[in-house]
């Protein structure tokens, strides 16, 4: 990941893709905010009609797309911004999860069927049987800290030697 540092702006992008072989109707994509931010007041310019709340005691981005997105189609790209916190410590790894929630599939009587994927980026919803893990995650670091450290010493007065300094002395 990048190296930024406290009050930086990063730019997440999440490019959901229907991989499905029907087209794909009310799919909920999420990204749960990192740790570090604890409320939406970090997170502004969300696209495509995206709005950001706490879900699950995280701050969480989220997307509602209606469709119906063809099979193979995209459904992003999906951005928004966030402002690293003035929190994050030296060496921090700022990691951000994204995944789809849900979607639907309408079959030939018109019904809307709702999935729920592996693994899914909600823990409060049963992941439907057979429908894989649709998530993924990037992060963004802060430098290490680098302290450098010299010993300058010196022995006085004129004409002493090196065996003839004691504590204190320079």
């Known amino acids: 990941g990048e190296q930024v540092m406290a009050d930086d702006t990063v730019t997440w992008r999440i490019d959901p893709t229907n991989v499905g072989l029907v087209p794909a109707v009310n799919v909920q994509v999420w990204d749960v ?35 119906p997105v063809a099979p193979g189609a995209d459904l992003g790209p999906l951005t928004f911004d966030m402002t690293v916190p003035a929190v994050v410590a030296a060496g921090d790894t700022i990691t951000n999860n994204a995944g789809v929630r849900s979607f639907g599939s309408i079959d030939n009587a018109g019904v809307t069927h709702t999935y729920y994927p592996a693994d899914n980026i909600d823990p409060t919803v049963t992941p439907t049987p057979g429908i894989p893990e649709a998530s993924d995650s990037a992060f963004v670091t802060t430098p290490d800290a680098r302290l450098t450290k010299s010993l300058v010493t010196t022995v006085g007065p004129p004409n002493n030697s090196s065996d003839q300094a004691s504590i204190g002395d320079t």
């Open 33 to 67: 905010l990192p740790s570090q931010v604890a409320s939406c007041s970090s997170v502004s310019n969300i696209s495509n009609g995206g709005s950001c709340a706490i879900a699950n005691g995280a701050a969480t981005v989220e997307w509602l797309v209606a469709g």
